[in-house]
């Protein structure tokens, strides 16, 4: 009641030209109250509303007791929402429907593209054809459902150029692409999504695993370094006097050697650490931005770069742990300095100087069998968006024929002078995969992304950006920076690839019942690499398993 009584009360001292409350009040003989300003502004257009009218107008001088009660009322501020209700604020979304002051949004609907309070949203609950609306918690941005050329919602996705678009869109620029309704497109995402997110916490459980045999190496060292330490002081205590200078000296390289095996180990440890938590924080991420309801803002806001990082290979070891191995070349050798202190303190001082022991992880070792080569197996596809205009895509994207022209859209990433195709993921860390191979010549390729799309630099190669094995009727050669190799190898359709990013070993292999090394480079690969194919002539097929 006190707050229905507050608000008549600012109605009455309310001027009746702006509404608000009056300012340097005055009264006309008529009985209404206006602001000073307002009255004489009103006085001096055209038309006036005051009941009676004034000839000659007149004189208004200031009513200092109305003044006082209105500097008084606005000493209580402005009246509070009605219980139940909320006033939208800064940050929060307000009901598209409501007239004057807007009330707080409660949810937006995105087949209507507006926002609602509880009481208009009332009939979303109430009217059969308005409850198979979708509603979402409210949100600002639901103007970027609305196609800027057509002025139509966004329900479709073009899978050719990557982007929603609406029902006139899909007959316009768009036709003939790949397209499909946003809520499919969303659940095939949906779907990538958890499959990263899988990907990723494998990740992670393999680098704590790998922390795990860290903190077990730092042990191995430590109690290497410790046994040693106190097998060579009993040794010098034997020998008394004559070996007490030698007896520091082997103990300061001892700790010294211990300390940079420590400090190497430390550092591993630390960057897989920095990684875990890097991946961590991406599965958060991308588990909030699966959890979005809206489909657009969903593919909107999907990175572009995730695929690029979930091929990101993390720091993989194998970490050999020889526990007391790492100084037992110091204790073997101060044994035999009891028996020849004189020869060793003159002549063979530098045998008891530790052995430099390889800690850190190097290079995995190529694998020896095919079967070996599969544990390290990549699932690779080819990019639609990088095929020459007469290669013919088929078989979920692992295979590429030499047909004739196909009806490609224009694409900056579409090789031009060619008949050639890159893979859509980057690889990096160790990978395999096979290509079988039909007709007269074919050129398995890895290559940079950036590699030229125009003229004759753009062919696998021809370029210090790729490197290529030709298969020409069954010989073969390997091409890199237009430097021709010949090769020599069993003949066969079939070639096996193998990768090992961080080590830059790329190696060629004939598959058939036995492998067969063709070719192996040994280089460092600077950006992700991506598998290639070039076809020779029309009906030449290749196909990536």
């Not at 009332?122 to 196609?147: G, R, T």
């Not at 002549?347 to 100087?353: A, D, G, P, R, V």
């Not at 007469?390 to 694409?411: P, V």
């Amino acid at each position: 009641m006190a707050q229905r009584g507050v608000q008549l009360e600012r109605e009455t001292f309310s001027c009746s030209i702006c509404l608000d409350l009056l300012k340097d009040p005055v009264s006309t003989s008529c009985g209404h109250s206006y602001c000073m300003k307002c009255i004489k502004g009103f006085w001096d257009g055209e038309d006036e509303k005051c009941r009676q009218s004034f000839t000659p107008r007149p004189v208004l001088l200031k009513n200092t007791m109305l003044a006082a009660l209105v500097e008084e009322l606005k000493k209580t501020g402005p009246p509070a929402a009605p219980a139940g209700l909320c006033y939208a604020g800064a940050g929060d979304v307000a009901c598209d429907v409501c007239t004057g002051r807007k009330l707080r949004a409660c949810k937006s609907c995105l087949v209507c593209l507006a926002s609602y309070c509880d009481q208009h949203l009332q009939p979303h609950y109430d009217a059969a054809p308005l409850k198979k609306h979708k509603l979402v918690e409210p949100s600002k941005k639901l103007q970027e459902n609305i196609c800027s050329r057509h002025d139509e919602v966004l329900k479709l996705f073009c899978r050719t150029d990557q982007q929603s678009i609406c029902s006139l869109c899909s007959v316009d620029e768009h036709k003939d692409h790949d397209t499909v309704s946003a809520a499919a497109e969303r659940t095939e995402r949906q779907r990538e999504l958890e499959g990263s997110r899988l990907n990723i916490q494998q990740r992670i459980q393999d680098g704590e695993k790998e922390v795990k045999l860290l903190q077990q190496e730092v042990e191995a060292v430590n109690g290497s370094a410790d046994k040693a330490v106190e097998d060579s002081e009993k040794t010098f205590t034997e020998l008394i006097r004559l070996v007490e200078e030698r007896s520091s000296d082997v103990k300061q390289q001892l700790r010294s050697q211990q300390e940079r095996e420590v400090s190497g180990v430390g550092e591993l440890q630390e960057k897989l650490e920095q990684e875990i938590r890097e991946l961590k924080r991406r599965d958060a991420e991308l588990e909030l931005l699966s959890h979005t309801e809206d489909h657009n803002q969903l593919l909107l806001s999907y990175p572009s770069s995730l695929p690029a990082l979930l091929n990101g290979a993390t720091h993989s070891s194998s970490t050999n742990i020889r526990p007391l191995s790492y100084f037992e070349d110091v204790t073997a050798a101060l044994s035999a300095v009891r028996d020849k202190l004189q020869d060793v303190l003159r002549e063979e001082w530098t045998n008891i100087s530790p052995t430099e022991v390889e800690v850190l992880p190097s290079a995995a070792a190529e694998p020896a069998s095919r079967a070996g080569f599969f544990t390290c197996s990549q699932e690779v596809t080819l990019g639609p968006n990088t095929a020459y205009k007469e290669l013919l895509l088929s078989e979920g994207s692992s295979k590429a024929t030499f047909m004739g022209h196909q009806s490609y859209s224009r694409h900056p990433d579409r090789f031009t002078e060619w008949p050639q195709v890159l893979s859509r993921e980057g690889l990096t860390g160790r990978c395999y995969w096979e290509v079988e191979r039909r007709g007269r010549g074919v050129r398995v390729a890895v290559a940079y992304k950036n590699i030229s799309r125009e003229e004759d630099e753009s062919l696998f190669g021809f370029n210090d950006k790729s490197w290529a094995l030709d298969c020409y009727d069954n010989i073969y050669s390997f091409i890199h920076n237009i430097i021709f190799t010949r090769v020599s190898g069993p003949p066969s359709s079939r070639v096996g690839v193998y990768l090992d990013h961080r080590a830059g070993v790329l190696s060629f292999y004939s598959v058939s019942e036995t492998m067969t090394l063709l070719h192996r480079v040994q280089t460092t690969f600077t950006q992700p690499l991506h598998a290639g194919l070039w076809l020779c002539a029309y009906g030449d097929t290749a196909e990536l398993n």
